[in-house]
């Protein structure tokens, strides 16, 4: 949420130059993302176009490696139309670059807000976007294993070191009885390449329709429904994690079934999805609220909001949830 | 260089609702000014135009007492075609508001770049710019005194309580020379509504010229001549102020002259004012070096670029900053 890596207007050029682009017109460090440094630029135009993108210096939480995978599924799914940021070749066909230090790519500006009170319309359209973006990937056939899927759960939790309890009396035995149902997790879903994290601040809506699907850094191979688990986690809740909106959730499922009719076993799995991408979510943010003075400038995200969803799934039905 | 005070989807939708520019078309936070919260706003357009807006929530740094006062100076100033960036008025005509529960303000959006080692082409457009903005002030009359002049800076030496030497061991008696050297403040030069703090990232250029003077936060009534000397020590040297560059300050100087002569006794100040301005910035930074833990995520600014910068200005003439 801040700039790390400073870039300097002489910075700027000399990284242009090497696109088709024109010159900046304009250049803000933008607050987004949650821990690389972005830049929203304005750029005269040139043959590749102009208008603006989004200059984006991956800070150290993206391994490095991982980049050329992102950045081929974000123009693929750009290619096929979807409302997905395309990174920009220089004249050398190249999107990975370096900049002061860090790998770097420019990306497509795309314009759209952010809600953080979805109607169940809004909730409607991010379904359907989640399984056009499903649908689009059949054939985008490089796997990326979920490096923070249910196997990542159980060390995540030891690595809290038995401190759970200082952030909630509550949360040692939600996150044990969240680790006990992943521990039957469903095999044999239906794959995907799945977005992982499309929480509302990672989607933009224009005028009630999806303009833009962004930050696609946890992308990975997955089934099929645990992306509707998390974006159903993420969307369908209050802040707080106390409180579902059950029409939300139905708008949610019914946009997805639109595009994608997902199986009986899927559906049926659903719960047990759920109640594992809450526990994925409680467990990276309790792990980051142990690791982070209370006096940092870094607003800690609180792990209860979805420990508390984690505690709905886990008494939850298919039904309840919305899936049909 | 952060945000805040974070601002919704929902809070600006109610927020542009007072305004006739129509709805949100893209939203983004942005690291820029020192100490408020930033967003780039762009609207669908309405009566009062559309396009984008930088819409500015005041933390607590700048006193909720003076922001009619900016806002009038901003609008005067953009009122007279200088590149200013207006405050915009809602369907009541008002500039200044509430937002999250800080006073808040649309303004207009500048195209442009700041540039970080500016050409002698660039300082003499500043100087120009300058003496533009001071020329327009003439019938600004409303008065606002400079909180951060040579009466403030005693008591702000003090407030370091003889800690200047954890910065650096030269800092104590650069410090005093430069105390001394204020007691001897020249008196009853020409007065203007001076912008105080027209460094590099204050200025936007596009084509070579200047698009935009932004951030008039420590705008006051003052000696014109001083605000020619906060400038030239913000644009005149290196970074770390060892080195001055003679060509970039005799373009500045030149850049001003085309627009107001300054006068034989504004000149032979030159020094005097430099070393204050000088001065000022080292005793600012210093305090907040010895006030900001050194893990805290905010970048502090190093009090010694400005320290070099005061000793080199203790034994300068107005030939070698430049003057005529």
């Known amino acids: 949420m801040a700039v790390y890596t400073p870039v300097s207007a002489d910075d700027l050029a000399a990284f242009l130059a090497g696109y088709d682009v024109g010159e900046a017109v304009s250049f803000k460090g933008i607050a987004e993302?949650?821990?690389n440094s972005n830049f929203l630029?304005?750029?005269s135009g040139g043959a590749s176009g102009g208008g603006r993108f989004i200059l984006t210096l991956y800070e150290k939480r993206v391994a490095e490696g991982d980049l050329p995978w992102f950045l081929a599924l974000m123009g693929h799914l750009a290619a096929k139309g979807l409302p997905v940021p395309g990174p920009v070749a220089d004249r050398q066909g190249r999107t990975l670059q370096r900049l002061n230090g860090r790998p770097a790519c420019l990306i497509e500006f795309l314009p759209g807000v952010s809600v953080t009170e979805p109607a169940p319309a809004a909730a409607r359209e991010v379904g359907v976007a989640l399984g056009r973006m499903h649908a689009a990937t059949i054939d985008f056939t490089a796997p990326r294993a979920n490096a923070l899927g249910p196997a990542a759960w159980p060390p995540l939790a030891a690595r809290c070191e038995g401190r759970l309890a200082e952030i909630d009396a509550d949360l040692p035995a939600l996150v044990e009885a969240g680790l006990s149902s992943a521990a039957h997790w469903p095999q044999g879903l239906p794959l995907a390449t799945i977005h992982a994290d499309l929480f509302p601040d990672n989607v933009l809506l224009l005028d009630?329709?999806?303009s833009g699907l962004i930050d696609f850094y946890f992308a990975c191979t997955?089934?099929?429904?645990?992306?509707?688990?998390v974006t159903h986690a993420a969307w369908c809740f209050s802040h707080d994690g106390r409180q579902f909106f059950t029409e939300r959730a139905a708008a949610l499922m019914a946009g997805y079934a639109d595009v994608i009719a997902l199986e009986p076993a899927e559906i049926a799995a659903l719960p047990v999805l759920a109640?594992?991408?809450a526990l994925r979510f409680t467990l990276t943010r309790a792990f980051d609220w142990l690791n982070t003075p209370a006096d940092a400038l870094v607003t800690r995200k609180d792990p209860m909001a979805f420990a508390r969803r984690l505690e709905w799934y886990l008494a939850a039905t298919?039904?309840?949830?919305?899936g049909r």
């Not at 997955?222 to 688990?229: E, G, H, P, Q």
């Open 208 to 210: 009630g329709k999806v």
């Open 318 to 322: 298919p039904e309840m949830m919305g």
């Open 41 to 43: 630029a304005e750029t």
């Open 222 to 229: 997955d089934a099929r429904a645990y992306d509707v688990a």
């Open 275 to 277: 109640a594992g991408a």
């Open 33 to 35: 993302g949650v821990e």
